[in-house]
């Protein structure tokens, strides 16, 4: 496309995502411009459907950082209506259940169970009503830079591109929205970012990003299962003592219950398949009673940051800067990011406004290490490369740290690439999982129709195999192809052609549910993520 068909939006500050740390920062640019009595062109630009669709999360919400933005947010109406009540951590073996005493850090009080997913929604409505503009169902595919190299803000992608790379009827170019600063908050493993990561070496000096699938349900339970305000997570079975990972249960109002299950990206068995544990999970004899008699309305999936402190990248760069999950601000031990991905939102604004009024040195991560972020964090850093030691040695080792030490321990543990840490599959043990029964359990094809998950058929694909050849001569040869069961959607699958000598990989990309996953596992590193056409992907309803 060249940039001579594209319109062009000016702007003071483009912000790339319409999450938490997105919308905190657009909300705290036009306050910080309201304070100073001057105008702030400020654009949010928005892949998903709505503001919404896209965001998936626990949620148990700490509201510190919505403090600050809007002390009197309870008076504005922000959908905070089930506040938490009873934390419970539990050991699951194959037919029991033990309570283990819960960590400090997973203690509740004061905070609220909620669908962020609406709370974005809501703080979209704050934006607008203070000038932001926004844009959802437009996917930020391009990052612009200008002859300095300098980032002077994005390209949103064309529309009506057929599978074979040519214009349909349907056709309309992107549009340029051109920024004085551009903040990305694409959310984990954002496309763009690990671009601007390249291009800037804002990971030199720092450790490698870790990460975790996080599954999700939504369901209606029967009234006399139900506990407003109840948190349970747990730990064990169905996983092995080696693989990190655990579950979920929140209890939000109107007889919702949220489950879910979280494994971390580093596992080392091929065979081990996220969403068959997770549906395996919900059959424990302690667990299944909670569901039996309800029903299922939603299903997501989502990767999510857990390198915290040591992989915090360099956020700023000329034109911009990263917030939020983009950058990696999970408390992991804490189980929450939102907090600190919208404060990471709201200091980067302030730095920005600064920027913007002249003070071109200032900078976002000097800003944050003088922020409640950056002690938060710190203090937790080593827990989870801790699990490394395995279950029982990473809590432990997480009790010694947290009660002994208090999180100033004179060394800090690193982390290591996820994608290094898969074993040959002729060296690992296959895993079988039950059949589901289609009341607790299900399967994949099901799950993702109830997620909503559209994408216009006629379009390239979003998930490109950089070395085709790779996906047989490794992964299927050496990992009996592992995407075939880490992706959460069914999207990836060996098929055999009779008469051919070799199976081929088939990527029945619609199905996407935009976790990131196979960006971020595959051995080889030979999957991209992509932004489809904006709009598409699922569309997520209280989650």
């Known amino acids: 496309m060249s940039d001579a068909q594209r319109e062009k939006m000016e702007y003071d500050v483009v912000v790339v995502g319409g999450g938490p740390s997105g919308l905190a920062a657009a909300i705290r640019l036009k306050q910080l411009a309201a304070a100073a009595g001057s105008e702030l062109a400020v654009c949010v630009v928005e892949k998903g459907s709505e503001v919404g669709a896209h965001i998936l999360s626990g949620a148990v919400f700490e509201p510190r950082a ?38 400090p850090q997973m203690h509740n009080h004061g905070n609220y169970i909620i669908s962020l997913g609406n709370l974005c929604r809501w ?91 996080g599954l999700k349900e939504l369901w209606e339970v029967a009234p006399e299962r139900h506990q407003p305000g109840l ?15 655990g579950s979920f249960l ?20 091929p065979y081990l398949n996220p969403f068959e544990e997770f549906q395996r999970f919900k059959t424990h004899p302690a667990i299944r009673p909670i569901f039996e008699g309800g ?17 915090i990248p360099r956020l700023d760069f000329p034109g911009g800067a990263l917030i939020g999950d983009t950058a990696g601000f999970l408390n992991v031990p804490k189980i929450k990011g939102s907090h600190t991905a919208m404060k990471s939102g709201m200091v980067a604004a302030e730095v920005v406004f600064a920027r913007l009024g002249g003070n071109a040195g200032a900078q976002v991560r000097q800003a944050l290490e003088q922020s409640w972020i950056w002690d938060e964090l710190y203090q937790v850093r080593n827990i989870r490369p801790s699990f490394r030691l395995g279950l029982w040695g990473g809590l432990a080792y997480s009790a010694f740290d947290t009660y002994v030490l208090r999180g100033r321990a004179p060394w800090t543990l690193h982390h290591h690439p996820d994608h290094t840490q898969l074993i040959r599959a002729s060296q690992a043990p296959r ?46 040869r050496l990992y009996d192809s592992p995407e075939q069961r880490y992706c959460p959607a069914g999207v990836y699958e060996i098929v055999e052609d009779p008469g051919t000598a070799e199976p081929r990989l ?22 991209d993520w992509v932004v489809p056409e ?7 309803p209280n989650m």
């Open 431 to 476: 895993i079988d999982y039950p059949r589901p029964d289609g009341k607790i359990s299900f399967d994949r094809l099901s799950s993702v129709f109830i997620s909503n998950t559209n994408h216009e058929e006629d379009q390239p694909s979003h998930l490109r195999l950089r070395d085709p050849a790779k996906a047989i001569t490794i992964n299927y």
């Open 295 to 311: 029903r299922r309305i939603s299903y997501g999936a989502r990767a999510l940051n857990e390198g915290g402190f040591q992989s």
């Open 534 to 540: 904006g709009g598409g992907g699922p569309n997520y």
């Open 250 to 269: 929140y209890h939000l109002e109107n007889h919702q219950v949220a489950v879910g299950f979280v494994i971390g990206l580093d596992y080392g068995n």
């Open 231 to 245: 948190v349970v997570h747990t730990v064990g079975w169905p996983l092995d003592g080696s693989t990190y990972g």
């Open 506 to 527: 088939q990527i029945n990309a619609p199905n996407c549910v935009h976790c990131k996953t196979c960006d971020i596992k595959d051995p080889e590193q030979n999957i």
């Open 66 to 103: 919505l403090n600050e933005l809007f002390p009197d947010w309870k008076e504005r109406g922000a959908p905070l209506n089930t506040p938490a009540t009873d934390d419970r951590f539990l050991y699951l073996t194959t037919n029991r259940a033990l309570r283990l005493p819960t960590p």
């Open 123 to 213: 703080l979209a409505q704050q934006a607008e009503a203070l000038g932001v503009e926004i844009y959802p169902g437009f996917a930020a595919a391009e990052v612009l830079y200008d002859q300095a190299g300098r980032v002077r803000g994005v390209a949103t992608g064309d529309m009506g591109i057929g599978k074979d790379g040519k214009p349909t009827e349907r056709y309309t170019p992107g549009v340029e929205l051109i920024a004085r600063e551009t903040l990305f908050a694409e959310g984990c493993r954002g496309s763009l970012t690990k671009t601007l990561i390249r291009r800037f070496h804002l990971r030199d000096g720092h450790d490698p990003q870790t990460y975790a699938i």
